[in-house]
């Protein structure tokens, strides 16, 4: 069983910085693209960041020079950085992922599944 475990939530003042882990483990033969997602009261939850096995990236512009996203495939874990906060940033955040298992016969066919982390929350307020 694949886990998605993120860290690093808090509350900050405007103009702040976070970072956010998110470390992947269980059984995995690799993880394809991952992501961080938010979701605030009321609302529905939107990709604020993903990244790919190549190391492309893709934000929404609300974060574009502010957020970094970025991975360490060593360590299955993808990282959210987080600068120049500001109120309407505040959210849960969680972790995405396309995760690629080994299926139930040995040498057989692998499978992708996709995968969430618990989510961790952010606040940023003063």
């Known amino acids: 069983q694949v886990q998605l475990v993120e860290s690093g939530g808090g509350l900050v003042q405007p103009g702040g910085s976070l970072r956010l882990s998110c470390a992947a483990s269980?059984?995995?033969?690799?993880?394809?693209?991952m992501g961080w997602y938010r979701q605030a009261p009321g609302k529905q939850r939107d990709m604020v960041a993903r990244?790919?096995?190549?190391?492309?990236?893709d934000y929404i512009d609300s974060v574009k020079g502010r957020f970094t996203i970025s991975r360490d495939d060593a360590k299955n874990t993808v990282y959210l950085e987080m600068n120049s906060l500001k109120p309407e940033d505040t959210a849960v955040y969680y972790c995405?992922?396309?995760?690629?298992?080994?299926?139930?016969?040995?040498?057989?066919?692998?499978?992708?599944?996709?995968?969430w982390g618990q989510g961790t929350q952010v606040t940023v307020s003063s």
């Open positions: 269980g059984t995995m033969i690799s993880i394809n693209a």
């Open positions: 990244i790919d096995r190549g190391g492309n990236t």
């Open positions: 995405n992922g396309d995760v690629v298992v080994p299926g139930p016969i040995s040498g057989g066919p692998l499978y992708e599944y996709n995968y």
